[in-house]
């Protein structure tokens, strides 16, 4: 009860979030520290909006991409506060400056996130330069100290990771590990007597997600970091081995999937399914200790009793087995026992990756076979792609306008204000403006809420407390709190900057309390600029999207569903393949239900196809989880089928009736079909020991979802 508050500070502490709050606050901080000591302070605030500009682009991922991404910014933020300096003595040139670089830069978006933010820290500079009219000498100078500061934030970031490179990679793994502990913990609350289904399916969902997320994040730094892909030290063979083995092991959580219903119904009289909940908790448990443990050094355990616990369920059910009772079918005893056969699978696998820890084993890890080239997403930096996209039916050559049209929106409304920061409507509307509305809705509520509850906090520092010391020791606090959240809680990372900024204010002479309510008005100002625009100036609604993700789910479970009985048909079947595939089908998964949460923000007019769509995604899942059981059958237990020409026709049917399913959500067909499901013939009563007959059932079961799937798609108009 008490310890768990401590061990959520300890993972904020040693997370990447911190670590990248910390570096940027010594980015940004010691440059002006530095010259104010010399009576240079102005130089030095230019130098720390340099190296602030750049800590925009350095964001998690392999080193050499965050390298040039904070070169590029670099050459382009210098040559944009020259261009800015020269000509923003003239309202209408500034103006039309500011409306083609919003669009140039927000186009950017085509090329992935890390060249959006190469254009959200150009478009920062501009915004920040507007009102700073000076002579060209100094215009120059003021470049230079740009680029002076954007070169310092590179190199500390560049030294900071080469002191430690393997830190980022332990940090992210590490996440990752807690993302798959938390969807452990939700699979838990099926076996809960009582269980809400509904809300259980939609958290599971959501985090799968972030599952997909932070293992993408791993890969993404992982499989290009040098050091790691050649293997060519211990700590990089035991982070690779760490990796794949919570990835099967996610799997193997992903196929403990089964009608819950149905066994509550059976069992929740002899209380066994608690036991089943308990044991998964400490399951999970076990794999914080293990991600713990990579971000801080240490030895991970078992929980405690675990291993106890899992005998005991086993001798429970065997039990059940010998006292068979009318009530119990022999599915739901099958179904029993197959999940604790999976869970005594997910404990060895814990055990083994506990194993990696041992310094004496950590030098004798012996590498694995991967082909990390095909597990790497490359983004395309192809001119063509970008004069693709210069249509209006690409929704970030939409959304670009709509930013470029905003922005000067609110470049004239600040002009007419004649506030003293005006370009505080400027940074709001470009912070808060996103290609699709449900986003943009999002990050304006979080905005509003940390900048106004911040503002009130900040006033209430600056109204009690007078002591510079403690100020600073304010201002520090607030400064790692922005940047450390600024990743991890929008909400929260905006109520740390509002103080910051009205502390430094007054640190610099410039009032207090009046800068408070002027960040107030401009915040609102800009934010409801922002919002009206993302509902009614060429808006991106989630639903446009939604006929190509679920096609994308049906074709990558049909892929994975064709590799997986490959293992089965084919002796030497190749495990890279197999491999690709269940990571598709994950991309694909995480797309489909990330697309299906952002719905839920938009008006109720553009929610469409909201229950068959939460039908849909829910088959998807079951179909995935049934296909990743069936894998496991084959990898885990070794089971064989004695008659594999029998399941022949079963499997075709099966991949059919998904090819079907796509091809009426691309061309929807007025016309039912009458597609039969393929019995198999002399079916006998299920044994709990014969793996023919698991086998079968399991083929059998992904053939009645891939029917209900079809059957649905055959409905939805989209």
Wanted: proline fraction near 2%; aromatic fraction near 10%.
């Amino acid at each position: 009860m008490f310890n768990q508050p401590i061990r959520n500070i300890q993972d904020f502490l040693l997370s990447t979030y911190f670590a990248d709050g910390l570096r940027i606050t010594i980015g940004v901080l010691c440059p002006s520290l530095l010259l104010a000591q010399f009576g240079m302070l102005q130089y030095g605030m230019t130098l720390s909006l340099g190296a602030l500009c750049i800590s925009v682009v350095d964001s998690p991922g392999p080193i050499v991409h965050r390298r040039n991404a904070m070169l590029i910014t670099t050459a382009l933020i210098t040559i944009i506060s020259i261009i800015v300096g020269l000509t923003n003595k003239s309202i209408i040139v500034t103006g039309t400056l500011l409306v083609i670089c919003s669009f140039i830069f927000s186009m950017l978006f085509v090329y992935g996130d890390r060249a959006a933010s190469i254009g959200v820290s150009v478009l920062l500079i501009m915004v920040l330069s507007i009102d700073d009219i000076r002579p060209w000498k100094e215009v120059m100078l003021y470049a230079l100290l740009i680029f002076a500061g954007s070169i310092w934030y590179t190199l500390l970031s560049y030294f900071v990771y080469r002191l430690r490179p393997y830190r980022l990679v332990q940090q992210i793994l590490s996440d990752s590990i807690l993302q798959v502990s938390d969807f452990l913990r939700a699979k838990a609350k099926f076996y809960h007597e009582n269980a809400d289904y509904e809300k259980n399916y939609a958290e599971l969902l959501q985090l799968q997600v972030h599952v997909h997320e932070k293992q993408n994040e791993v890969r993404e730094v992982l499989f290009r970091t040098r050091e790691i892909v050649r293997e060519s030290t211990p700590e990089g063979r035991f982070l690779l081995l760490v990796f794949v083995d919570m990835v099967d092991l996610f799997e193997q959580v992903m196929s403990t999937y089964y009608n819950y219903k149905q066994l509550h119904e059976q069992f929740d009289s002899i209380g066994i399914l608690p036991q089943y909940e308990d044991v998964i908790n400490k399951i999970a448990a076990s794999l914080d200790e293990i991600s713990f443990a990579l971000k801080s050094g240490g030895t991970p355990g078992l929980a405690y009793g675990l291993v106890e616990d899992v005998a005991k369920l086993k001798d429970q059910i065997t039990k059940l087995e010998v006292n068979r009772d009318e009530k119990y079918t022999t599915l739901g005893l099958i179904a029993l026992k197959n999940i604790e056969v999976n869970i005594e699978n997910i404990v060895s696998r814990v055990k083994t990756i506990n194993s990696y820890f041992n310094k004496n084993e950590k030098k004798n890890l012996k590498s694995r076979d991967i082909d990390v080239d095909k597990f790497i997403t490359r983004q395309s930096t192809d001119v063509k792609l970008l004069l693709d996209n210069l249509t209006f039916s690409s929704s970030t050559f939409r959304h670009s306008v709509r930013v470029a049209i905003v922005m000067l929106i609110g470049f004239i409304v600040a002009k007419s204000l004649g506030f003293a920061h005006s370009y505080w409507i400027l940074l709001t509307i470009l912070v808060i403006s996103k290609p699709g509305f449900s986003l943009t809705k999002e990050r304006n509520i979080q905005r509003l809420v940390g900048t106004i509850v911040g503002a009130f906090i900040g006033m209430g520092i600056l109204m009690y407390i007078h002591d510079k010391n403690t100020l600073f020791v304010i201002l520090l606090i607030c400064m790692i709190g922005s940047y450390s959240f600024q990743r991890k809680n929008y909400v929260v990372s905006v109520l740390f900057m509002t103080p910051y900024i009205l502390v430094l204010f007054d640190f610099l002479g410039m009032g207090s309390i009046s800068v408070a309510r002027e960040r107030i008005y401009d915040t609102l100002i800009g934010s409801g600029i922002a919002l009206l625009a993302s509902y009614s100036l060429f808006p991106n609604w989630e639903h446009e999207k939604l006929k190509q993700a679920m096609v994308d789910i049906i074709k990558a479970n049909s892929n994975y569903y064709k590799e997986v009985t490959l293992l089965y048909f084919e002796q030497n079947h190749n495990l890279t393949n197999y491999k690709l595939a269940r990571k598709a089908v994950y991309v694909s998964t995480s797309n489909l239900a990330s697309l299906f949460q952002r719905m839920f923000s938009e008006p109720k007019s553009k929610q469409l196809h909201i229950k068959e769509l939460h039908q849909f995604t829910v088959l998807n899942h079951l179909l995935s989880s049934y296909i990743a059981t069936l894998s496991l059958y084959k990898k885990e237990h070794q089971f064989v089928h004695s008659n594999f020409e029998e399941l022949k026709p079963v499997s075709e049917n099966t991949i059919y009736l998904l090819n079907l399913s796509s091809e009426n959500l691309l061309i929807h067909n007025e016309n039912i079909s009458n597609v039969p499901l393929i019995r198999r013939k002399n079916v006998v009563e299920l044994n709990l020991d014969d793996e023919n007959m698991i086998i079968s059932e399991q083929f059998d079961s992904i053939q009645k979802v891939a029917y209900d799937i079809f059957k649905l798609a055959e409905k939805l108009k989209i």
